[in-house]
Antibody, heavy 119, light 110 residues
Framework: QVHLMQSGAEVKKPGASVKVSCKASGYTFTGYYIHWVRQAPGQGPEWMGRINPDSSATNYAERFQGRVTMTRDTSISTAYMELSRLIFDDTAVYYC????????????WGQGTLVTVSS | QSALTQPASVSGSPGQSITISCTGTSSDVGYYNYVSWYQQHPGKAPKLMIYDVSNRPSGVSNRFSGSKSGNTASLTISGLQAEDEADYYCTSYTSSDTLVFGGGTKLTVL
């Protein structure tokens, strides 16, 4: 069965970076895009970007350009999302989600990773 | 890219029908037929309810239906049930190869 397992909760100081992992199982990792979505407390989800695990090509939301980096390691079927220069407003649950082709919907989601930015 | 516009809240009694709108622009909702709807219960990841404007994934009740006209998509839930109470979000792919979410609608079943 398809499963996306994310890394555990993180607490970071402002200005630091955080790297969240998303390990895929139950399907061919390179056959599906991985998107990253975050949801701040009490807010709606916000799309951050996506990576094509086959080619490593990425596409980021404009507001995260220059601050987010999405990578993957096909040998361990894992995608990563690193967000740098953290601010308090980056406190959110970060999700990875799977998409079959470029414009397909999210069919499976990770369990979410809470990132707290606190001084 | 601005968020798609949804009403903050809607409500209905059990058995009734409700419709949630999702308004975008000619660069997103109006550009493609790639609008999806997700249901989210507190503390849970979103669940896909409708994709490509009006298609239901396997396992989703046929009480859920979707449509689109111009730059506005809609989600209709008929025969409201208590378990339908949740937050609902629309998404759309955009002409610039990105994705945008709606601001979300809280559905209350009275």
């Amino acid at each position: 069965q398809v499963h996306l397992m994310q890394s555990g909760a993180e607490v970071k100081k402002p200005g630091a970076s955080v790297k969240v992992s998303c390990k895929a199982s139950g399907y061919t990792f390179t056959g599906y895009y991985i998107h990253w979505v975050r949801q701040a407390p009490g807010q709606g989800p916000e799309w951050m970007g996506r990576i094509n695990p086959d080619s490593s090509a990425t596409n980021y939301a404009e507001r995260f350009q220059g601050r987010v980096t999405m990578t993957r390691d096909t040998s361990i079927s894992t995608a990563y999302m690193e967000l740098s220069r953290l601010i308090f407003d980056d406190t959110a649950v970060y999700y990875c989600a799977r998409v079959k082709v470029g414009t397909s919907p999210f069919d499976y989601w990770g369990q979410g990773t809470l990132v707290t930015v606190s001084s | 890219q601005s968020a798609l516009t949804q009403p903050a809240s809607v409500s209905g009694s059990p058995g009734q029908s409700i419709t949630i709108s999702c308004t975008g622009t000619s660069s997103d909702v109006g550009y493609y037929n790639y609008v999806s709807w997700y249901q989210q219960h507190p503390g849970k990841a979103p669940k896909l309810m409708i994709y490509d404007v009006s298609n239901r994934p396997s396992g989703v009740s046929n009480r859920f239906s979707g449509s689109k006209s111009g730059n506005t998509a809609s989600l209709t839930i008929s025969g409201l049930q208590a378990e339908d109470e949740a937050d609902y979000y629309c998404t759309s792919y955009t002409s610039s190869d990105t994705l945008v979410f709606g601001g979300g609608t809280k559905l209350t079943v009275l």
